[in-house]
């Protein structure tokens, strides 16, 4: 019997492991001890623990630690215990699932929503589900890995389903592909465009408009992952296609409750009708994987309620990113421009990019730097958020730490 040292597996991951790590490209897990806020409790490298200020969380409207939310967590783990111990088709589904579902509906203003353990799950359902042989799906080519491993998923599972990628918000590209699939005989089925709506390592947005033109003329639907939207863009945090004035607009989304939307965990599918009651029929991850924990399921819902009474936290947290802009910008750093809360600085180097995230951290400021495989090769970034539960002082913090590079 081989040894470790000799067996395939071992062998590459320990040469990869080793890469990494000589080439000061090394991740290691930052451990917090406290809630997410803006500002966290982290452990230091010789074990202590420290207050630093948190710049690189999802946390987008500061509801992760709101009292309500969390109030809404434990009442419901009381209630209907700490499980679902199912599958949502066999005794998984439980009232706060309905309520949860209800409410996304009216928040994405569709006809119907859809719950899954997480976003990437939403994914890894809707594409193999909705799809079919026929079919073409085309993608923006800066789609969130959940996407494109979701698309993967489907053209593998249903065979002679077609996928294709298309330019980076480059409406021609697409057009030029729409009408080679017009011409193609063996694209017989449904057209599908898929786009995130805000893409999270540019911080820049979908053209939803021209989208849905070009998704119009040829017949085909248009599917948008907003987990970067829910909270963030349009006057109320509804979504990219609030921003856009296209509620309504947009056929079916996914979305996901970790980020603005309570900070929690949790992903769904948000359309038609049909499309949620195709995915509690034929969608594998909801068939086969036990339902959303009711506790993330009633706080998610607290979250978004709050979010739908006090519109003013994302006037907030648009207030903080433009201020947050002018000062990083005025400390001599390019920060790529967006109307949203993320706010990439460009460094080029992954090693440089980790290497810089290590020293404001040791200023006591957490943001991460972000290189291959995240992102592509050359385009290495220190990736700033910003959070509704930011103050003046906090990004007059960050400025300071960012001067010192």
């Known amino acids: 019997m081989p040894t470790a040292a000799t067996r395939p597996f071992d062998a590459r991951t320990d040469a990869v492991l080793a890469e990494l790590d000589a080439g000061g490209q090394y991740k290691h897990l930052q451990m917090l ?109 800066l789609n969130h890995a959940c996407i494109i491993d979701g698309i993967r998923l489907a053209a593998v599972i249903k065979k002679r389903l077609h996928k294709g990628v298309y330019k980076h918000s480059d409406m021609d590209d697409l057009r030029a592909k729409l009408e080679k699939a017009r011409a193609n005989p063996d694209v017989t089925g449904q057209i599908w465009v898929v786009t995130d709506g805000v893409f999270s390592m540019e911080g820049d947005i979908a053209r939803l408009p021209e989208l849905r033109v070009l998704c119009d003329e040829f017949d085909a639907m248009l599917v948008v992952d907003d987990s970067h939207g829910h909270g963030v863009m349009g006057q109320t945090g509804r979504g990219t296609h609030e921003h856009f004035d296209m509620v309504g607009k947009v056929d079916y989304f996914t979305g996901t409750l970790g980020k603005a939307l309570g900070g929690g965990a949790g992903g769904f599918i948000a359309g038609a009708k049909r499309g949620s009651e195709l995915t509690v029929q034929r969608g594998r991850p909801t068939l086969f994987s036990n339902a959303l924990p009711v506790t993330v399921a009633a706080s998610a819902n607290k979250a978004i309620e709050i979010l739908m009474r006090e519109p003013e936290r994302v006037q907030k947290l648009r207030d903080n990113t433009a201020y947050a802009r002018e000062q990083i910008t005025a400390a001599g750093f390019d920060i790529i421009e967006s109307p949203t809360a993320i706010c990439p600085i460009i460094v080029g180097d992954t090693a440089k990019a980790i290497s810089m995230s290590k020293r404001l951290m040791e200023l006591g400021v957490f943001v991460i730097g972000f290189g291959y495989p995240v992102v592509p090769e050359g385009t290495a970034r220190l990736r700033i958020q910003m959070s509704a539960a930011h103050e003046r002082g906090h990004i007059d913090e960050l400025v300071g730490a960012l001067k010192k590079l």
């Open 33 to 141: 001890d406290s809630p997410m806020d803006a500002v966290v409790r982290m452990r230091q490298p010789d074990g202590s623990f420290r207050d630093t200020l948190c710049f690189c969380s999802n946390n987008y409207l500061g509801l992760a630690n709101h009292p309500e939310v969390i109030e809404a967590g434990v009442e419901a783990l009381k209630t209907y215990g700490a499980g679902t111990a199912s599958v949502r088709f066999i005794c998984g589904t439980f009232t706060p699932h309905e309520t949860l579902e209800a409410t996304i509906a009216k928040y994405m203003g569709t006809e119907s929503s859809y719950t899954f353990v997480s976003c990437w799950t939403a994914n890894e359902s809707l594409y193999p589900t909705f799809g079919e042989a026929g079919d073409l799906i085309l993608s923006d080519e």
